[in-house]
Every structure is written in structure tokens, then in C-alpha cells.
């Protein structure tokens, strides 16, 4: 993204600019690289790991201040110290960890959440986390921030207009059934008022022509993948160690 702005961090994120009140949930799955991990710690409230995530919780760039889950990848090794973070556990098999800490935080009043090690590893986890966008819509704004790009939602009858630099690549897809009038301006492959459904077609891999970059939405709800176009490096789609 254009704004990958160290001071002001994910607060000033062009595609999740920060609103409200704003938690950042580090999930079990592929970490990210730290320097990114702060990037989004940067303005936000909160900081949340689910389970086992980000255990020894000393390397990270900030101490979370909740861990919650059912605890099974912490087993044996829970050690909720005074200078340590709160230790919440939630022994529910019918929801994820990551749908625990999104209950948790909707009820504490939370608006806005980043979901970092979200996506990779298992196909099915990354595709229950990211429809968690959707069971979420009507009490918390979610931004999946992955590896390479960061995803939001689009509610119905909706439109943004987002400060990203020309060749940016995007891409938009239906997230939960057909999604009727999709406008898009400012892109190589622009849409006027086009209806896009599962099979139909393509809409992956666009690039930003000129700021602006104006999507609107009329029924039904629009997923956005925004490349980064700057942060860390990698190879082969790994983080480079230090």
C-alpha cells in the first residue's frame, strides 16, 4: 500500500483507515513478519493472540494484553505472570479460537479488528477465517491482513474511494452470493455496474491506473484483496529471517 507509514501505522492504512476503537488479533497460523505485526500494533487499543500464537510472547513487538482460546496448543506451558498478559479460556468446541476472540471483543465494545496469521497453512482454516467477515458485518469491521495483501469487506450499497498508486494490484469477488452493480474507476480493467457471481468472471489479479480508486457496491457483499507496495521483503512468498 502506499501508506505504509511507521509513525501512524495500520491506523492510517488506506483500505481500513482507523475509525474506532481497534483490536489486532495475531491467529495460530503462518506468522508474520514482526516489522509488520507492528506496523498494525501501531494505533491500535489492543493486542490479542489466540492460543499458542506468538508463544514466547517476549519476541514480539509488544506484550499482548489477552490470550484466549481453549488452550490446547498452550498446554503444560501457560505461565500468566504479573507483567504477562491476561489469560482468557474459552473451552467451547463449536468455535474457532479466532471466532473467540472476535466474540470477546464485540462484547468489550470493540469496533475495528486485524486479523494477522490468519490465511496459509490449511486451506480450510483460511477460508472459515475469511467468512468470518461476513458472520461478523453487523458488530465488528475486520481487515485480514495476509503475507502479501490485506482483504475487507464491502457492505451492501456501499462505495469507497482509496488513495493507492498507479499499478497497484487488486482484486475483488463475491464473498457470499451474487453481488449485483459493481463499479469500479480508476483500474485497468474497470467495471460499470456489472453483476459478478461464483464461476462468473474473472476479476483477480487488476492494477490501480490513477488515484482514486473508486469501487462501489449495489446488492450483496464485495471481498477486496489490495496488494502492499511497500513493507518487507520476501522469497517465495516466506518471510525472510533476520
Same mark, same amino acid.
Given at each position: ?5 511507521? #509513525?501512524?501505522? @495500520?491506523?492510517?492504512? *488506506?483500505?481500513?483507515?482507523?475509525? @474506532? ?11 508474520? *513478519?514482526? #516489522? ?11 493486542? /490479542? ?28 506451558? /501457560?505461565?500468566?505472570?504479573?507483567? @504477562? ?5 474459552? /473451552? ?8 473467540? =476472540?472476535?466474540?470477546?471483543? =464485540?462484547?468489550?465494545?470493540? $469496533? ?5 496469521? =490468519? ?14 467477515? #461476513?458472520?461478523?458485518?453487523?458488530? +465488528? ?8 495483501? !490485506?482483504?475487507?469487506? +464491502? ?26 452493480? /459493481? ?10 455496474? #456489472?453483476?459478478? =457471481? ?28 489490495? !496488494?502492499? $507496495? ?13
Amino acid at each position: 500500500m502506499n501508506s505504509y507509514e511507521p #509513525e501512524t501505522g @495500520g491506523a492510517s492504512c *488506506p483500505i481500513f483507515c482507523k475509525k @474506532g476503537l481497534r483490536a489486532v488479533v495475531l491467529c495460530d497460523g503462518p506468522p508474520p *513478519p514482526l #516489522e509488520l505485526l507492528a506496523y498494525w500494533l501501531t494505533g491500535a487499543e489492543l493486542f /490479542v493472540c489466540t492460543d499458542g500464537a506468538g508463544h514466547p510472547y517476549q519476541n514480539l513487538p509488544r506484550t499482548p494484553d489477552v490470550v484466549i482460546g481453549d488452550f490446547d496448543s498452550l498446554s503444560g506451558r /501457560v505461565l500468566d505472570g504479573r507483567d @504477562g498478559p491476561r489469560f482468557l479460556q474459552v /473451552v467451547d468446541q463449536h468455535t474457532t479460537d479466532s471466532e473467540k =476472540a472476535l466474540l470477546y471483543l =464485540a462484547d468489550e465494545g470493540y $469496533e475495528e479488528v486485524v486479523l494477522l496469521g =490468519a490465511t496459509g497453512w490449511r486451506l480450510d482454516h483460511t477460508l472459515f477465517n475469511v467468512h468470518l467477515l #461476513e458472520r461478523f458485518a453487523d458488530r +465488528l469491521s475486520i481487515c485480514i491482513a495476509g503475507h502479501h495483501a !490485506d482483504t475487507v469487506r +464491502l457492505a451492501p450499497d456501499s462505495q469507497v474511494s482509496w488513495d493507492l498508486q498507479p499499478g497497484c494490484k487488486f482484486s475483488v469477488m463475491p464473498l457470499a452470493g451474487t453481488v449485483t452493480n /459493481v463499479t469500479i474507476e480508476g483500474a485497468e480493467f474497470p467495471l460499470l455496474g #456489472e453483476t459478478l =457471481a461464483a464461476g462468473g468472471m474473472a476479476t483477480i489479479g487488476n492494477h490501480v491506473t490513477m488515484s482514486p480508486l473508486l469501487i462501489s457496491v449495489g446488492k450483496g457483499t464485495l471481498l477486496v484483496s489490495v !496488494d502492499r $507496495e511497500e513493507g518487507p521483503e520476501y522469497i517465495e512468498g516466506i518471510p525472510e529471517s533476520d
